[in-house]
């Protein structure tokens, strides 16, 4: 069974601080979504990580995934009030090149950027 | 708007009736996804459809529950007798093929009173 672990589960910030999120596993991933959720609302993609080591950047979110494919972070600079919501990361795995199909889902973060 | 859309966006219902919700994916996506998600927790797979055949189911998924897409466009999660335990919001995604990137619709809110 494969697992990931988000940390922290809350985060509560003033407008204007950094912030990152953490998601890990033992198992590889041969690739790593990072979605937004409001509540009542299903979650938006934000980004899909593919390659060990990747970086992208979303205006003011960086997201990276490990050099082993078994972790990723997302990072928010200057958080403003806008960036509330739920962040979940989810993996996806693979055997023989051909994909499981189903996402694994952390638990979630819970931000909250105060103004 | 051409994303995953899913219908009903919230249902009541008294515990022991059946419930059926459908989801409409994005028009060129073969593979199709049902997860649920209950309060303060990530999404769990329930089952997906590669066209309209049914590739994996989840342990989550009993024998009251039964998923279809028969002509390989939307499909419909049934859930039959629901029990309370079954109040959760009910997602469906859709990707492309060959594709791992999944899209979600809003999702269908259950209430079992």
């Known amino acids: 069974t494969q697992l990931l672990e988000q940390s922290p589960q809350f985060l509560s910030i003033q407008e204007g601080e950094n912030l990152t999120v953490y998601c890990n596993s033992s198992?590889?991933?041969?690739?790593l979504q990072w979605y937004r959720q409001e509540p009542g609302e299903g979650p938006v993609l934000l980004v899909t990580v593919v390659t060990g080591g990747e970086v992208k950047k979303l205006k003011r979110l960086t997201f990276q995934f490990g050099d082993a494919r078994k972790d990723s972070s997302l990072h928010i600079t200057a958080a403003q009030p806008g960036d509330t919501g739920l962040y979940l990361c989810?993996?996806?795995?693979?055997?023989?090149?051909?994909?499981?199909?189903?996402?694994?889902f952390g638990q979630g973060t819970i931000l909250t950027v105060h103004p | 708007d051409t994303g995953v859309s899913q219908n009903p966006r919230h249902k009541i219902t008294k515990r022991g009736q059946n419930v059926t919700f459908r989801c409409d994916p994005i028009?060129?996506?073969?593979?199709l996804y049902w997860y649920r998600q209950t309060l303060g927790q990530g999404p769990e797979f329930l089952t997906y459809f590669q066209n309209e055949a049914q590739l994996e189911k989840s342990r989550l998924l009993s024998d009251r529950f039964s998923a279809e897409r028969p002509k390989g466009s939307f499909s419909t999660l049934e859930i039959q007798r629901t029990e309370q335990g079954d109040s959760a919001m009910y997602l469906c995604?859709?990707?492309?093929?060959?594709?791992?990137?999944?899209?979600f619709g809003p999702g269908t809110r259950l209430l079992v009173l």
């Open positions: 989810a993996g996806a795995a693979r055997a023989g090149g051909t994909s499981y199909g189903k996402l694994t």
């Open positions: 995604a859709s990707s492309l093929p060959r594709q791992e990137t999944q899209y």
């Open positions: 198992s590889v991933f041969s690739s």
């Open positions: 028009s060129e996506h073969n593979r």
